[in-house]
């Protein structure tokens, strides 16, 4: 075999290497849509904004949020827009309506998008705001517990495409959060319990005070719309907060693939597609976490009383650690492909070593059907136990 020899020599002759900073802050208050609170006008001064909310939220605060924007903004700075934020919406046509407002009222380069809402609005905002102008800032006002700890935190955005959710989207920081826990007072009872799943997870792989605060004091804060103890459930949202943003801190745009805070996120994709999104995602990662837990035990790699601790602890906040309907163990085998295949040919699932210690196993062959047929069997028995009051 003869190798031609038209092909060209070639050489570098230039490149680029640099260092961008990114820089980003959560600010915590009270009270944010009140005009005395200069939050978010300090935040905005100076800027066009275009105010992006749900109907839910719009309802509920929407006259609250024009008030405080008259107050504090001149009326051809600002503008409010409703969209609509469930999972069947959740695509690039909202997207493009997000862009086409920020077009037709004059958004340029320095302008803002201002996200007020849930974690799928802050997505498609976040998403809309990298492509407008080739991306512009943004700010997150999180009115869920999962928004203001989880979904508010991180820097991805992105929305669901062709049945494959989060599919298309992109990496940018927000210019910042504003979290404000008051704003949690008009959710309701299973929305919160999905934001205490996502609390749980961070002191389950890293932080075994913070699990300590959620099973002290987690149903009473569900109980009383995180508005009681507002001493612990400050503590409780800064704590899950701060370790978030410590595990994203070196890892920021997942250059690496094995990431603790997947803590719950291997079996729960498949959980919320099977059920064609009624179960809500807190609830699967609260699934998911009890399934991965029960793994973990199955393979000696976590104690029976710290095993026995995250599973009553998930149920004493209102999360079912089995769920019939979807807890189908060859099918739930099946989905693990999707998985390996978005973690660079691993299955990184996270595990549980201990309360505040985790770990991976990295192969699907550290797996097996019988091994996750098993921990299914397991949590249906524990849960009944549990239930029936007859757990030892």
Same mark, same amino acid.
């Given at each position: 075999?003869?190798?031609?020899?038209?092909?060209?020599?070639?050489?570098?002759?230039?490149?680029?290497?640099?260092?961008?900073?990114?820089?980003?802050?959560?600010?915590?208050?009270?009270?944010?849509?009140?005009?005395?609170?200069?939050?978010?006008?300090?935040?905005?001064?100076?800027?066009?904004?275009?105010?992006?909310?749900?109907?839910?939220?719009?309802?509920?605060?929407?006259?609250?949020?024009?008030?405080?924007?008259?107050?504090?903004?001149?009326?051809?700075?600002?503008?409010?827009?409703?969209?609509?934020?469930?999972?069947?919406?959740?695509?690039?046509?909202?997207?493009?309506?997000?862009?086409?407002?920020?077009?037709?009222?004059?958004?340029?380069?320095?302008?803002?998008?201002?996200?007020?809402?849930?974690?799928?609005?802050?997505?498609?905002?976040?998403?809309?705001?990298?492509?407008?102008?080739?991306?512009?800032?943004?700010?997150?006002?999180?009115?869920?517990?999962?928004?203001?700890?989880?979904?508010?935190?991180?820097?991805?955005?992105?929305?669901?495409?062709?049945?494959?959710?989060?599919?298309?989207?992109?990496?940018?920081?927000?210019?910042?959060?504003?979290?404000?826990?008051? *704003? @949690?007072?008009?959710?309701? +009872?299973?929305?919160?319990?999905?934001? $205490?799943?996502?609390?749980? /997870?961070? !002191? &389950?792989?890293?932080?075994?005070?913070?699990?300590?605060?959620?099973?002290?004091?987690?149903?009473?804060?569900?109980?009383?719309?995180?508005?009681?103890?507002?001493?612990?459930?400050?503590?409780?949202?800064?704590?899950?907060?701060?370790?978030?943003?410590?595990?994203?801190?070196?890892?920021?745009?997942?250059?690496?693939?094995?990431?603790?805070?997947?803590?719950?996120?291997?079996?729960?994709?498949?959980?919320?597609?099977?059920?064609?999104?009624?179960?809500?995602?807190?609830?699967?990662?609260?699934?998911?976490?009890?399934?991965?837990?029960?793994?973990?035990? *199955? @393979?000696?790699?976590?104690? +029976?009383?710290?095993?026995?601790?995250? $599973?009553?602890?998930?149920? /004493?906040? !209102? &999360?079912?650690?089995?769920?019939?309907?979807?807890?189908?163990?060859?099918?739930?085998?099946?989905?693990?492909?999707?998985?390996?295949?978005?973690?660079?040919?691993?299955?990184?699932?996270?595990?549980?070593?201990?309360?505040?210690?985790?770990?991976?196993?990295?192969?699907?062959?550290?797996?097996?059907?019988?091994?996750?047929?098993?921990?299914?069997?397991?949590?249906?028995?524990?849960?009944?136990?549990?239930?029936?009051?007859?757990?030892?």
């Amino acid at each position: 075999m003869s190798v031609s020899s038209n092909f060209l020599a070639f050489e570098q002759f230039a490149g680029l290497t640099t260092n961008l900073k990114v820089e980003y802050h959560i600010t915590e208050t009270s009270d944010v849509f009140n005009v005395n609170n200069l939050t978010i006008q300090q935040n905005c001064k100076s800027k066009k904004l275009l105010i992006v909310t749900s109907p839910t939220v719009y309802r509920l605060y929407g006259h609250q949020i024009t008030e405080y924007l008259s107050y504090h903004f001149s009326e051809d700075s600002y503008k409010i827009i409703v969209i609509e934020t469930t999972e069947e919406n959740k695509d690039f046509d909202n997207v493009m309506k997000i862009c086409e407002a920020g077009k037709n009222f004059g958004l340029d380069r320095r302008s803002l998008l201002v996200a007020i809402g849930g974690g799928i609005l802050m997505d498609m905002v976040g998403f809309a705001a990298s492509m407008y102008k080739r991306k512009i800032d943004y700010i997150r006002i999180p009115t869920t517990l999962v928004g203001q700890i989880d979904a508010g935190v991180g820097v991805k955005t992105g929305v669901n495409f062709k049945g494959s959710k989060n599919f298309i989207g992109a990496f940018h920081p927000p210019y910042s959060v504003i979290n404000d826990t008051s *704003l @949690l007072y008009t959710l309701e +009872k299973d929305e919160l319990i999905c934001g $205490l799943a996502e609390i749980i /997870k961070m !002191g &389950i792989i890293v932080d075994a005070q913070l699990f300590e605060l959620v099973n002290t004091y987690g149903f009473s804060l569900v109980d009383s719309n995180f508005q009681g103890n507002l001493e612990a459930a400050n503590s409780i949202n800064q704590k899950a907060v701060q370790r978030m943003l410590e595990q994203l801190e070196s890892n920021l745009f997942e250059l690496f693939l094995e990431r603790l805070v997947d803590f719950g996120h291997t079996f729960s994709p498949f959980i919320e597609e099977f059920s064609n999104y009624q179960i809500k995602h807190g609830i699967a990662v609260g699934y998911d976490m009890a399934i991965s837990t029960e793994i973990s035990y *199955l @393979l000696n790699r976590i104690s +029976k009383k710290d095993r026995d601790k995250i $599973l009553t602890t998930l149920m /004493k906040i !209102g &999360i079912n650690i089995y769920h019939k309907e979807t807890f189908i163990a060859e099918k739930m085998w099946n989905s693990l492909n999707n998985i390996v295949l978005h973690r660079g040919n691993k299955l990184n699932l996270v595990i549980p070593t201990g309360i505040g210690q985790s770990d991976f196993l990295r192969e699907l062959t550290n797996l097996s059907p019988e091994l996750l047929h098993q921990a299914i069997e397991n949590l249906a028995a524990y849960q009944y136990s549990y239930t029936e009051g007859i757990l030892t």
